[in-house]
């Protein structure tokens, strides 16, 4: 039976809190609770994300939704006196309710819809309870009593679930296929190396809804006879890793997860793997061998996973968002879920807004909304009110799209024939005052970087347009480097053999596409238009603004500043490193980068 | 006890405790390297030779796998290892500052180990902690809204926990 506690205290073990001692406060508040005898009323729980962090450790009690920060572990035996004994709350570290935010994920505006991050922030991920009190485990229940995996599939297909990893390849397709083949030996996989930059909505999902991914797989693997699975995490992740082995153990330990579930017949074992830092790891063939343990790099395809997977099994690999959705559709029904979203996107998609938008964090939309409407009524506008220049969409093997394609409906079709993907669901928003030649070398070097080097194109190929793009930045582009970038990023894409070649090219190529002129500018005039590449730019004094305070010429580290005081400064352009000190430091304006 | 079999016996030890917790196996050697590589800070060839024996896998391929993954490290790293998110959200918030100010502080490049050995500094991909970056791990500790100013007061944290 479940025990009963009068009062609950919540305490944040996020990265941040951890460091300013969350665990720390959680040890004294039961060795404080015990000492006051209290210990069986009131229960010390761990979570994730009350909200707070920059002014924690933090924790909230509820019923009395008291949110508490900023306090040290000598000020816990007061806390505890005073609130749970006396029942008064201790005002001093009392954070007004209004104030709490979510750095992640704020509250949904209206044209939000949340499925996937529905648990996020309201159940504690590390109580199994919390879970089932939502209707958890309750689509499992049903599949197991009243379904066949054949219902199970159908359902899938009449919903329109695509795989949420970013290729968009319909999930009961991949089901079916991997039941087909007869194998006494299946494996259903999670991707839960969700290395593109930028994007962490499946770390929070595993954060702080664990159980329904979980449930999610142990459907899937219901529905194609798996008896094994593994959820593939990255090493970056160590709390999502810490949070999925306890709702696994949990799981376990309700019969819902090992042997017999729910007192079926039907088996099915799950563990939890670590990467060890490797972006490639997220290809589903490479994460394989990974599992496997050997080298992470891609298998040629086909055969298929669903053919010739883990050990040379059948498996079925889905991403943590696509098997996150899977119980919600069982549970409600497929029609709820297709009548959500496009022609041919179904359902919601969950993306993480980073970059020069005023809201960063998580957001949970319905397939079809425009990039306007993330941008401008989500994410309520560019910083600072500059210009919107781009939006870079699909991870590192996405594309970016300029203000022409605001009004573009966000599915997986429309995101390819504008010349970016869906991908896993990062969004990176730049400003006016950014230089897309710069990043282009900058996506450019983050796949040379992860490259693996087994195939040819990838290894060699991503290092050349790396080579040629540098060349540019640094000011010694050649007339002809165009042309032979859109050769390059031709015979890489064509020629690659996993999605990460297959891919590089797509932040050269969509940049080449929609701003070719400051690629020429940088080529031709040698000059950057956002004033952002070092070698083409210059730092100029204002002979009108400048009151020759000195402040720039003391500042500056290789003083390439000369003049006398209350004279007009000068700066020596073959000395001047470009480091832009001199313009942070000016307090007249009088700097100007030209 | 002389300090080379000092060495030795805390190489035996961590792999012995990776393979209570994750058995003698081919398909554990990831997290048997994880495990190893967090107790020593990174995998001395010695630690290889151990794990290949008890693995009956042949020493080239543990290093094939030692080698290809980042968090795994062949050379011994500093007392305190300090990742820098090198991803584009960061790297659009002002993350290249923060990078620049690391190695002008320490007077290291990326992969380095300070010689006194105090400080290693490599890159990291992506955290997933984009809604607060840029962002630095020191050891296990995260910080985010990193700003140039703050370096200095975070690596000194550090220093004044040894110096107390």
Redesign the interface.
């Given at each position: 039976m479940m025990k009963y506690f009068r009062t609950h205290i919540l305490v944040c073990v996020d990265p941040e809190c951890l460091s300013k001692g969350a665990h720390e406060i959680v040890d004294a508040l039961n060795d404080e609770l015990v000492a006051t005898g209290l210990i069986d009323e009131v229960q010390v729980l761990e979570t994730s994300r009350i909200g707070a962090c920059a002014q924690g450790p933090e924790m909230m009690v509820y019923p009395e939704s008291v949110h508490y920060a900023g306090m040290s572990v000598d000020d816990i035996p007061y806390i505890v006196e005073e609130h749970f004994l006396k029942g008064r709350v201790a005002k001093k570290f009392v954070l007004p309710i209004k104030s709490i935010k979510d750095e992640e994920l704020s509250a949904p505006t209206s044209k939000e819809i949340r499925i996937v991050l529905r648990n996020c922030g309201v159940i504690d991920p590390e109580n199994i309870e919390d879970y089932i009190a939502q209707n958890g485990y309750m689509a499992l229940g049903k599949v197991i009593t009243e379904m066949s995996s054949e219902d199970v599939i159908n359902e899938l297909k009449k919903s329109g679930l695509r795989g949420r990893g970013g290729a968009g390849f319909p999930t009961h397709l991949k089901w079916t296929l991997t039941r087909q083949p007869a194998s006494d030996t299946k494996f259903v996989v999670c991707n839960a190396d969700e290395g593109d930059p930028g994007a962490f909505m499946n770390r929070r999902v595993l954060e702080s809804d664990p159980h329904s991914v979980i449930e999610g797989m142990i459907i899937a693997a219901y529905a194609i006879g798996a008896s094994h699975g593994y959820i593939y995490c990255r090493a970056e992740y160590p709390i999502a890793v810490r949070t999925l082995n306890i709702a696994i153990q949990q799981a376990k330990g309700l019969g819902l997860l090992g042997e017999n579930i729910m007192g079926t017949n039907f088996s099915f074992d799950l563990e939890v793997r670590m990467g060890a830092g490797a972006f490639v790891c997220g290809e589903e063939t490479a994460l394989m061998n990974s599992v496997e343990g050997k080298r992470g790099e891609p298998r040629p395809r086909p055969p298929f996973p669903s053919v010739k997977g883990l050990w040379e099994k059948p498996t079925n690999i889905n991403n943590v968002e696509t098997y996150a959705n899977v119980p919600q559709i069982i549970l409600k029904g497929a029609d709820w879920f297709a009548s959500m979203g496009t022609e041919k996107s179904k359902g919601t998609k969950t993306f993480a807004m980073a970059g020069d938008i005023n809201h960063t964090g998580l957001i949970e939309v319905p397939m079809g909304i425009t990039l306007r409407e993330i941008i401008y009524d989500i994410g309520n506008g560019i910083r600072d009110n500059k210009e919107f220049k781009a939006i870079q969409t699909g991870g590192p093997m996405g594309g970016c799209l300029p203000k022409e394609y605001l009004d573009l409906p966000v599915d997986y079709e429309s995101l390819m024939q504008a010349g970016s993907m869906m991908g896993s669901g990062g969004m990176i928003v730049m400003d006016e005052d950014t230089c897309m030649v710069d990043i282009a070398r900058f996506f450019m070097e983050f796949t040379q970087d992860e490259s693996c080097g087994k195939c040819t194109p990838c290894r060699v190929g991503t290092r050349r347009i790396l080579d040629i793009l540098e060349r540019i930045c640094e000011g010694h582009g050649r007339p002809g480097d165009i042309e032979q970038l859109e050769m390059l990023c031709k015979e890489i894409k064509q020629d690659s053999l996993c999605g990460l070649g297959q891919g590089a090219p797509n932040p050269v190529e969509s940049t080449l596409n929609h701003f070719r002129e400051e690629y020429e500018a940088h080529i031709h005039e040698k000059r950057c238009p956002a004033k952002v590449c070092k070698a083409l730019i210059r730092f100029e004094i204002i002979e009108d603004a400048c009151t020759g305070c000195t402040v720039c010429a003391r500042n500056c580290p290789v003083n390439a500043i000369s003049g006398e005081r209350r004279q007009t400064h000068h700066i020596d352009p073959d000395i001047c490193i470009r480091c832009g000190i001199c313009e942070q430091v000016c307090n007249f304006n009088a700097i100007e980068i030209v | 006890m002389t300090s080379k079999n000092g060495k030795d016996h805390l190489i035996l030890e961590a792999v012995d405790s990776a393979i209570e917790n994750f058995g003698d196996s081919?398909?554990?050697?990831?997290?048997i390297?994880?495990h190893v590589n967090r107790i020593l800070g990174y995998l001395p060839s010695e630690a290889l030779e151990e794990i290949s024996t008890r693995l009956k896998s042949p020493r080239s391929?543990l290093f094939?796998?030692a080698s290809?993954?980042?968090?795994?490290s062949t050379q011994p790293r500093g007392k305190h290892v300090i990742q820098f998110c090198?991803?584009?959200?960061?790297?659009?918030?002002g993350g290249r500052e923060i990078w620049q100010t690391l190695k002008d502080t320490l007077n290291i490049e990326d992969g380095e180990t300070t010689p006194d050995g105090e400080w290693s500094l490599i890159t990291?991909?992506?955290?997933?902690?984009?809604?607060?970056?840029p962002v630095i791990v020191i050891d296990?500790?995260?910080?985010?809204?990193v700003t140039p100013d703050q370096v200095k007061d975070i690596l000194a944290r550090y220093n004044n926990s040894e110096a107390q």
């Amino acid at each position: 039976m479940m025990k009963y506690f009068r009062t609950h205290i919540l305490v944040c073990v996020d990265p941040e809190c951890l460091s300013k001692g969350a665990h720390e406060i959680v040890d004294a508040l039961n060795d404080e609770l015990v000492a006051t005898g209290l210990i069986d009323e009131v229960q010390v729980l761990e979570t994730s994300r009350i909200g707070a962090c920059a002014q924690g450790p933090e924790m909230m009690v509820y019923p009395e939704s008291v949110h508490y920060a900023g306090m040290s572990v000598d000020d816990i035996p007061y806390i505890v006196e005073e609130h749970f004994l006396k029942g008064r709350v201790a005002k001093k570290f009392v954070l007004p309710i209004k104030s709490i935010k979510d750095e992640e994920l704020s509250a949904p505006t209206s044209k939000e819809i949340r499925i996937v991050l529905r648990n996020c922030g309201v159940i504690d991920p590390e109580n199994i309870e919390d879970y089932i009190a939502q209707n958890g485990y309750m689509a499992l229940g049903k599949v197991i009593t009243e379904m066949s995996s054949e219902d199970v599939i159908n359902e899938l297909k009449k919903s329109g679930l695509r795989g949420r990893g970013g290729a968009g390849f319909p999930t009961h397709l991949k089901w079916t296929l991997t039941r087909q083949p007869a194998s006494d030996t299946k494996f259903v996989v999670c991707n839960a190396d969700e290395g593109d930059p930028g994007a962490f909505m499946n770390r929070r999902v595993l954060e702080s809804d664990p159980h329904s991914v979980i449930e999610g797989m142990i459907i899937a693997a219901y529905a194609i006879g798996a008896s094994h699975g593994y959820i593939y995490c990255r090493a970056e992740y160590p709390i999502a890793v810490r949070t999925l082995n306890i709702a696994i153990q949990q799981a376990k330990g309700l019969g819902l997860l090992g042997e017999n579930i729910m007192g079926t017949n039907f088996s099915f074992d799950l563990e939890v793997r670590m990467g060890a830092g490797a972006f490639v790891c997220g290809e589903e063939t490479a994460l394989m061998n990974s599992v496997e343990g050997k080298r992470g790099e891609p298998r040629p395809r086909p055969p298929f996973p669903s053919v010739k997977g883990l050990w040379e099994k059948p498996t079925n690999i889905n991403n943590v968002e696509t098997y996150a959705n899977v119980p919600q559709i069982i549970l409600k029904g497929a029609d709820w879920f297709a009548s959500m979203g496009t022609e041919k996107s179904k359902g919601t998609k969950t993306f993480a807004m980073a970059g020069d938008i005023n809201h960063t964090g998580l957001i949970e939309v319905p397939m079809g909304i425009t990039l306007r409407e993330i941008i401008y009524d989500i994410g309520n506008g560019i910083r600072d009110n500059k210009e919107f220049k781009a939006i870079q969409t699909g991870g590192p093997m996405g594309g970016c799209l300029p203000k022409e394609y605001l009004d573009l409906p966000v599915d997986y079709e429309s995101l390819m024939q504008a010349g970016s993907m869906m991908g896993s669901g990062g969004m990176i928003v730049m400003d006016e005052d950014t230089c897309m030649v710069d990043i282009a070398r900058f996506f450019m070097e983050f796949t040379q970087d992860e490259s693996c080097g087994k195939c040819t194109p990838c290894r060699v190929g991503t290092r050349r347009i790396l080579d040629i793009l540098e060349r540019i930045c640094e000011g010694h582009g050649r007339p002809g480097d165009i042309e032979q970038l859109e050769m390059l990023c031709k015979e890489i894409k064509q020629d690659s053999l996993c999605g990460l070649g297959q891919g590089a090219p797509n932040p050269v190529e969509s940049t080449l596409n929609h701003f070719r002129e400051e690629y020429e500018a940088h080529i031709h005039e040698k000059r950057c238009p956002a004033k952002v590449c070092k070698a083409l730019i210059r730092f100029e004094i204002i002979e009108d603004a400048c009151t020759g305070c000195t402040v720039c010429a003391r500042n500056c580290p290789v003083n390439a500043i000369s003049g006398e005081r209350r004279q007009t400064h000068h700066i020596d352009p073959d000395i001047c490193i470009r480091c832009g000190i001199c313009e942070q430091v000016c307090n007249f304006n009088a700097i100007e980068i030209v | 006890m002389t300090s080379k079999n000092g060495k030795d016996h805390l190489i035996l030890e961590a792999v012995d405790s990776a393979i209570e917790n994750f058995g003698d196996s081919r398909g554990e050697l990831i997290p048997i390297l994880n495990h190893v590589n967090r107790i020593l800070g990174y995998l001395p060839s010695e630690a290889l030779e151990e794990i290949s024996t008890r693995l009956k896998s042949p020493r080239s391929q543990l290093f094939s796998v030692a080698s290809f993954y980042h968090m795994l490290s062949t050379q011994p790293r500093g007392k305190h290892v300090i990742q820098f998110c090198e991803s584009a959200p960061c790297h659009v918030v002002g993350g290249r500052e923060i990078w620049q100010t690391l190695k002008d502080t320490l007077n290291i490049e990326d992969g380095e180990t300070t010689p006194d050995g105090e400080w290693s500094l490599i890159t990291t991909s992506c955290l997933g902690l984009c809604g607060v970056g840029p962002v630095i791990v020191i050891d296990d500790d995260a910080y985010g809204n990193v700003t140039p100013d703050q370096v200095k007061d975070i690596l000194a944290r550090y220093n004044n926990s040894e110096a107390q």
